[in-house]
């Protein structure tokens, strides 16, 4: 089985041209090969009449089909050569599918380090809607997955990290560590002390629960200053509304990583909520780290 480095997904759409080039910047970074992974409607496989209303589908229309499909990758590995300069340009290939693009990516994503895919698909309407291949991934790669939104070149902003002390959130962790070091940036390390809204009881106490909090957001960090010597990381713990945090933080850092775990949902930062919001909203890239369980 090879090793496919960074994958990314693309469908031929200018959209989908903004992961392409953010996953081919963050292959070369990382100095790991990059795959473009294409899938088209399985024509070849069905070839019925359900699929075409004259019968079985025609040769030519099937070998129209594929060469329109390979013309679309090879668009997509120029935007990848362009995206890095030559002598940093990682090896590039290309896979082809021929089957729903959400079991290809999540196949390529057995090998990967990292699956990179835009946020929004062909049909998306709203900025803040995951397309069905990205929510699709999201819940079932193998590997940490990068939903990539606005072809943002990065600066000298931090890489974030939601951090909620749980075993999750410590692969969100290893990832932020290692993006921060490989960028030359800072480390903002966010720890919120509840998913939920907090009563206003518990926010007279905040005094109190801010050492809590402290505590375990200084658990979670335990060790990685030592790894990672040249991140110079700032702590932030707040009471409540994780995903607001986050986001706002968001608007003056480079990329956010938080966490999940297996195909079941996320931990702490829970599927539907925190995640999903930030996923959603947050107008840099997000990766979203993957703890497998089982």
Same mark, same amino acid.
């Given at each position: 089985?090879?090793?496919? %480095?960074?994958?990314?997904?693309?469908?031929? @759409?200018?959209? @989908?041209?903004?992961?392409?080039?953010?996953?081919?910047?963050?292959?070369?970074?990382?100095?790991?090969?990059?795959?473009?992974?294409?899938?088209?409607?399985?024509?070849?496989? +069905?070839?019925?009449? +359900?699929?075409?209303?004259?019968?079985? $589908?025609?040769?030519?229309?099937?070998?129209?089909?594929?060469?329109?499909?390979?013309?679309?990758?090879?668009?997509?590995?120029?935007?990848?050569?362009?995206?890095?300069?030559?002598?940093?340009?990682?090896?590039?290939?290309?896979?082809?599918?021929? %089957?729903?693009? $959400?079991?290809?990516?999540?196949?390529?994503?057995?090998?990967?380090?990292?699956?990179?895919?835009?946020?929004?698909?062909?049909?998306?309407?709203?900025?803040?809607?995951? %397309?069905?291949?990205?929510?699709?991934?999201?819940?079932?790669?193998?590997?940490?997955?990068?939903?990539?939104?606005?072809?943002?070149?990065?600066?000298?902003?931090?890489?974030?990290?939601?951090?909620?002390?749980?075993?999750?959130?410590?692969?969100?962790?290893?990832?932020?560590?290692?993006?921060?070091?490989?960028?030359?940036?800072?480390?903002?390390?966010?720890?919120?002390?509840?998913? +939920?809204?907090?009563?206003?009881?518990?926010?007279?106490?905040?005094?109190?629960?801010?050492?809590?909090?402290?505590?375990?957001?200084?658990?979670?960090?335990?060790?990685?200053?030592?790894?990672?010597?040249?991140?110079?990381?700032?702590?932030?713990?707040?009471?409540?509304?994780?995903?607001?945090?986050?986001?706002?933080?968001?608007?003056?850092?480079?990329?956010?990583?938080?966490?999940?775990?297996?195909?079941?949902?996320?931990?702490?930062?829970?599927?539907? @909520?925190? @995640?999903?919001?930030?996923?959603? +909203?947050?107008?840099?890239? $997000?990766? $979203?780290?993957?703890?497998?369980?089982?």
């Amino acid at each position: 089985m090879s090793h496919h %480095g960074v994958v990314v997904g693309t469908d031929g @759409s200018a959209s @989908s041209h903004v992961p392409v080039r953010w996953a081919a910047r963050e292959a070369a970074m990382h100095r790991l090969p990059l795959t473009v992974v294409h899938a088209v409607a399985p024509f070849r496989v +069905a070839a019925s009449t +359900a699929l075409w209303p004259f019968g079985r $589908v025609p040769a030519e229309v099937l070998e129209s089909q594929e060469n329109d499909a390979r013309n679309t990758i090879a668009h997509a590995v120029r935007v990848a050569e362009d995206s890095v300069d030559g002598a940093d340009r990682p090896d590039i290939d290309s896979e082809l599918y021929f %089957g729903p693009p $959400v079991a290809a990516l999540v196949e390529s994503s057995k090998t990967a380090k990292m699956v990179a895919v835009g946020r929004q698909g062909r049909s998306a309407r709203s900025g803040r809607m995951l %397309g069905s291949v990205t929510t699709g991934v999201v819940h079932h790669a193998l590997c940490p997955v990068a939903v990539i939104n606005d072809d943002v070149a990065p600066g000298r902003q931090p890489v974030l990290v939601g951090i909620d002390g749980s075993e999750a959130s410590a692969s969100a962790t290893a990832i932020a560590f290692d993006e921060a070091s490989r960028r030359g940036v800072d480390l903002v390390a966010l720890h919120v002390w509840s998913d +939920a809204d907090v009563p206003e009881p518990y926010r007279m106490q905040w005094s109190s629960l801010q050492a809590t909090a402290e505590k375990t957001l200084a658990e979670s960090l335990a060790g990685w200053g030592e790894r990672y010597p040249d991140v110079n990381v700032h702590r932030v713990v707040e009471l409540d509304q994780p995903s607001r945090h986050l986001l706002d933080r968001s608007e003056s850092a480079q990329l956010v990583v938080v966490g999940s775990r297996g195909r079941g949902g996320f931990v702490g930062m829970l599927l539907g @909520s925190v @995640s999903t919001t930030v996923v959603q +909203a947050a107008r840099i890239p $997000v990766i $979203v780290a993957r703890q497998q369980s089982g």
